[in-house]
Structure formats: structure tokens, C-alpha cells
């Protein structure tokens, strides 16, 4: 376990946002701390604290679009709800309790900005941005996530008590997942623009120390079931779309049974040969990969713009103001393949470099795209993309 104190005056590189891992680089954080050790990096980011009011994060909990959930507790009992909260709910929160507001990057622009400075990990790893409040003493308890996260404190102080134990035993009976025994091995305060990374089987322990906001950045690790599960659907579909499983079962050579009730030998072989047919290969893989990492969550919809330029209308705005995805497009590529919002594109090499540098930065600037002529194969993917919400002019 190690704390880091920024160096003073230490400047990023101008294409490079700058660090939040203090003095370390991102090849060390990732050989020395990623999925091994927790971090505390003091003033990761100086000056962090007010982006988002309480009262922005509250009105956020009304919203139907956005999950939110309230938890709160007194010295027995734990008591959580979810939202979307009416105003008049939520003047009624009394005492210790804490909201919590997920996906906050996909509604924030300013989450979306944030999130840029923690491209040292790739896009394919990350959750999304969680945004909580507390009143004073307020926290979700002791608990383990299947997150890799990055806490950062936004306002006020968090005390962080965090420990690796084996014991993962719960309170039961509980309404969330808090552990029966926690035993904390360090114990720290956090201050604005303070953070501490944690690997995701560590036990923590939140409590605001008054109140208190905290932008945790979570990176998920799928279980190995579920990924195995979601691949077999996926499968499943292509199997649909481009079969090489024809015909249908036959047994022209069938032999008299002793018993009509046994499932015969015979049968067993000739399926076994049939289900050796389906097979699949690291191509498939890589498009299972991109097709379910960039699928936008269940309640994102996007709408088309009102109006809607024409492509030489919009070519000639982006070559004037570059354009940016919108905050809930999610966009990955693979080996000239691009995948964005679960549908792929197979883009001739020509317009790569600036489909990658679109994934890459989620922006692309005006620049980049000046020398471009309107009607190349690039502007009329773009222009798919603008037509469906995915992405919009300027930057
Ligand atoms: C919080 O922000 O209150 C909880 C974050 C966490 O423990 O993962
Ligand atoms: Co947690």
C-alpha cells in the first residue's frame, strides 16, 4: 500500500490530459498497482470539488433516465430504495443517509470530460462514473464490490477504511451486501481531489466526515459465467444469421431398438457430430467483444437531431467545428472493425486513422477533418452516426 503526493508544477504532455496518478506514470501504476494493491494519490486532481451542486445531483435522482438510489441507516437498521425520488420524497431524507446516482458521465457532460483523464485504461474496462452525497456519518457500510474503482473526493471529507479479508461473510437479512466482520487495515481521510484506488477485492468502508460527495470510477470485471453466458447468446444469434448447421437430424440407417425407451448410442454420435459443427474462432470473438462492450445500457435511447442537416450541410459544419460523441455513445475498435452503440462498421482503411483518433479521444476536431472530402466513405459514416444521435457537430 502506498500514498502519493503530486509533485509541484509537474505538466502533462500537451496531447495528453493531465496525470491523476501524482508522481507515478501509467505503465507504472499499471505494472505495480492495477489488480494488485490499493493507492492513495493526494491532490490527484488539485482544486477537484464543486463540478456537480447538490442540488444538480438531487435533481438528477428525480429523473426517470438516470438510476439512482437512496440508502440510510441509524444504528440497527439499513434501509435502501430506488429511484427516480420526487422532491417531496426527498425532503423527507432525514439524518444519515446518502444518494447515490449512477452512470453520471452519460448525463453530465463535465462526467464525460472526467472520465478522458482516465484513458491510461481502456475504454472496453470501464463502467461508468457513480456520483453519491452524503450527510454527515452517511455511507453504504462495509462491503466488496466487483469493481475496480478510482474514489475520488469531490466536496467535504470521507473517512476510507479499507481492508483485504477473506471473510466475505454478510449481515443477513440486510436490504445490501454489508459485510458481517469487517476488519480494516488502513484508514485514511480523504480531502477534495484526493483518491484512492482500489482493486476490486478490498473491503471498504465510506463515512462522510459531514457532508460529503464522491465521484467513484468504476471499471467492471464480469464474471467468467457471465461472460461465457453472454457469448453463447451471441452466439446463438450468428449461428441464426450465417448457419453452417443445415439440414436436420436423419437416421435413414436406424436399427431396431431391444428397448424404445433408451436413447440409443447411435443417436448420441450423430448429435455429437451435428454440435461439432458449431465452432468459433478469435475474429468471432473479437466481434462478441465489441458488439456487447459497446452496447449502450438498457435505458439509453438516442434521438435523432430536430432539424437534421443534410450531409453537405453537416459536412460543411464539422470541417468549420470538428464534432463529439454524445455523452452515452459508447465507441470501441478492433482490427479495422468499429463498433459503436452495439452496431459495427467495417470502414475502408482510409477513413481508420480518423474513426480511431474518434474512439480514442471521442472527439474529432476540425482539423482533422478540413482535409476531407464531403463525400468520402468517412462523412458518410459520420453522417449515419449524426443521423441517429450518436454523435454531434462541434466539439
Ligand atoms: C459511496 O460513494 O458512498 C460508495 C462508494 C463505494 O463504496 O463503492
Ligand atoms: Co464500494
Same mark, same amino acid.
Given at each position: 500500500?502506498?500514498?502519493?503526493?503530486?509533485?509541484?508544477?509537474?505538466?502533462?504532455?500537451?496531447?495528453?490530459?493531465?496525470?491523476?496518478?501524482?508522481?507515478?506514470?501509467?505503465?507504472? =501504476?499499471?505494472?505495480?498497482?492495477?489488480?494488485?494493491?490499493?493507492?492513495?494519490?493526494?491532490?490527484?486532481?488539485?482544486?477537484?470539488? #464543486?463540478?456537480?451542486?447538490?442540488?444538480?445531483?438531487?435533481?438528477?435522482?428525480?429523473?426517470?433516465?438516470?438510476?439512482?438510489?437512496?440508502?440510510?441507516?441509524?444504528?440497527?437498521?439499513?434501509?435502501?430504495?430506488?429511484?427516480? /425520488?420526487?422532491?417531496?420524497?426527498?425532503?423527507?431524507?432525514?439524518?444519515?443517509?446518502?444518494?447515490?446516482?449512477?452512470?453520471?458521465?452519460?448525463? =453530465?457532460?463535465?462526467?464525460?470530460?472526467?472520465?478522458?483523464? =482516465?484513458?491510461?485504461?481502456?475504454?472496453?474496462?470501464?463502467?461508468?462514473?457513480?456520483?453519491?452525497?452524503?450527510?454527515?456519518?452517511?455511507?453504504?457500510?462495509?462491503?466488496?464490490?466487483?469493481?475496480?474503482? =478510482?474514489?475520488? $473526493?469531490?466536496?467535504?471529507?470521507?473517512?476510507?477504511?479499507?481492508?483485504? +479479508?477473506?471473510? +466475505?461473510?454478510?449481515?443477513?437479512?440486510?436490504?445490501?451486501?454489508?459485510?458481517? !466482520?469487517?476488519?480494516?487495515?488502513?484508514?485514511?481521510?480523504?480531502?477534495?481531489? #484526493? @483518491?484512492?484506488?482500489?482493486?476490486? !477485492?478490498?473491503?471498504? #468502508?465510506?463515512?462522510?466526515?459531514?457532508?460529503? @460527495?464522491?465521484?467513484?470510477?468504476?471499471?467492471?470485471?464480469?464474471?467468467?459465467?457471465?461472460?461465457?453466458?453472454? /457469448?453463447?447468446?451471441?452466439?446463438?444469434?450468428?449461428?441464426? !444469421?450465417?448457419?453452417?448447421?443445415?439440414?436436420?437430424?436423419?437416421?435413414?440407417?436406424? $436399427?431396431? $431398438?431391444?428397448?424404445?425407451?433408451?436413447?440409443?448410442?447411435? @443417436?448420441?454420435?450423430?448429435?455429437?457430430?451435428?454440435?461439432?459443427?458449431?465452432?468459433?474462432?478469435?475474429?468471432?470473438?473479437?466481434?462478441?467483444?465489441?458488439?456487447?462492450?459497446?452496447?449502450?445500457?438498457?435505458?439509453?435511447?438516442?434521438?435523432?437531431?430536430?432539424?437534421?442537416?443534410?450531409?453537405?450541410?453537416?459536412?460543411?459544419?464539422?470541417?468549420? #467545428?470538428?464534432?463529439?460523441?454524445?455523452?452515452?455513445?459508447?465507441?470501441?475498435?478492433?482490427?479495422?472493425?468499429?463498433?459503436?452503440?452495439?452496431?459495427?462498421?467495417?470502414?475502408?482503411?482510409?477513413?481508420?486513422?480518423?474513426?480511431?483518433?474518434?474512439?480514442?479521444?471521442?472527439?474529432?476536431?476540425?482539423?482533422?477533418?478540413?482535409?476531407?472530402?464531403?463525400?468520402?466513405?468517412?462523412?458518410?459514416?459520420?453522417? !449515419?452516426?449524426?443521423?441517429?444521435?450518436?454523435?454531434?457537430?462541434?466539439?
Amino acid at each position: 500500500m502506498t500514498t502519493q503526493t503530486r509533485r509541484k508544477g509537474l505538466s502533462a504532455p500537451k496531447h495528453e490530459q493531465a496525470s491523476v496518478l501524482g508522481t507515478l506514470t501509467p505503465e507504472e =501504476f499499471l505494472r505495480d498497482y492495477w489488480q494488485k494493491k490499493p493507492l492513495l494519490i493526494r491532490q490527484a486532481i488539485p482544486g477537484f470539488g #464543486d463540478a456537480l451542486p447538490r442540488d444538480a445531483l438531487l435533481e438528477l435522482a428525480r429523473r426517470e433516465d438516470v438510476e439512482s438510489r437512496f440508502v440510510a441507516h441509524d444504528s440497527t437498521e439499513w434501509q435502501v430504495t430506488r429511484g427516480p /425520488f420526487s422532491k417531496a420524497q426527498q425532503k423527507r431524507w432525514k439524518g444519515k443517509w446518502t444518494v447515490l446516482i449512477q452512470g453520471v458521465n452519460l448525463v =453530465f457532460p463535465f462526467g464525460d470530460q472526467l472520465l478522458k483523464r =482516465f484513458n491510461f485504461i481502456p475504454h472496453a474496462r470501464l463502467d461508468d462514473l457513480m456520483v453519491s452525497y452524503a450527510t454527515d456519518g452517511g455511507g453504504v457500510g462495509p462491503h466488496i464490490d466487483n469493481y475496480d474503482v =478510482f474514489l475520488l $473526493q469531490g466536496t467535504g471529507r470521507r473517512r476510507w477504511r479499507i481492508g483485504k +479479508q477473506t471473510d +466475505q461473510r454478510l449481515i443477513e437479512g440486510a436490504p445490501l451486501k454489508i459485510l458481517r !466482520d469487517f476488519q480494516p487495515e488502513h484508514d485514511w481521510i480523504l480531502e477534495p481531489g #484526493d @483518491m484512492l484506488y482500489l482493486p476490486s !477485492d478490498w473491503a471498504h #468502508d465510506g463515512t462522510a466526515e459531514g457532508e460529503c @460527495m464522491t465521484w467513484s470510477i468504476g471499471f467492471r470485471t464480469a464474471p467468467a459465467q457471465e461472460l461465457a453466458a453472454q /457469448f453463447l447468446d451471441f452466439l446463438q444469434d450468428h449461428l441464426a !444469421d450465417n448457419s453452417t448447421i443445415t439440414g436436420r437430424y436423419a437416421d435413414p440407417d436406424l $436399427q431396431r $431398438q431391444e428397448h424404445p425407451g433408451e436413447i440409443s448410442e447411435a @443417436m448420441v454420435r450423430k448429435v455429437s457430430e451435428l454440435l461439432r459443427l458449431i465452432q468459433w474462432d478469435e475474429a468471432l470473438v473479437r466481434d462478441f467483444l465489441g458488439a456487447s462492450l459497446s452496447e449502450p445500457k438498457a435505458h439509453v435511447f438516442f434521438d435523432a437531431p430536430e432539424p437534421t442537416l443534410s450531409l453537405a450541410a453537416f459536412g460543411k459544419r464539422v470541417k468549420k #467545428d470538428g464534432l463529439h460523441l454524445d455523452a452515452r455513445s459508447r465507441m470501441l475498435f478492433a482490427q479495422g472493425a468499429f463498433y459503436l452503440n452495439g452496431e459495427t462498421v467495417v470502414a475502408p482503411p482510409e477513413s481508420h486513422a480518423a474513426l480511431i483518433s474518434l474512439a480514442d479521444l471521442r472527439e474529432l476536431r476540425a482539423s482533422t477533418l478540413a482535409q476531407e472530402a464531403a463525400n468520402t466513405p468517412l462523412f458518410e459514416c459520420l453522417y !449515419d452516426w449524426y443521423e441517429c444521435g450518436f454523435l454531434h457537430p462541434g466539439t
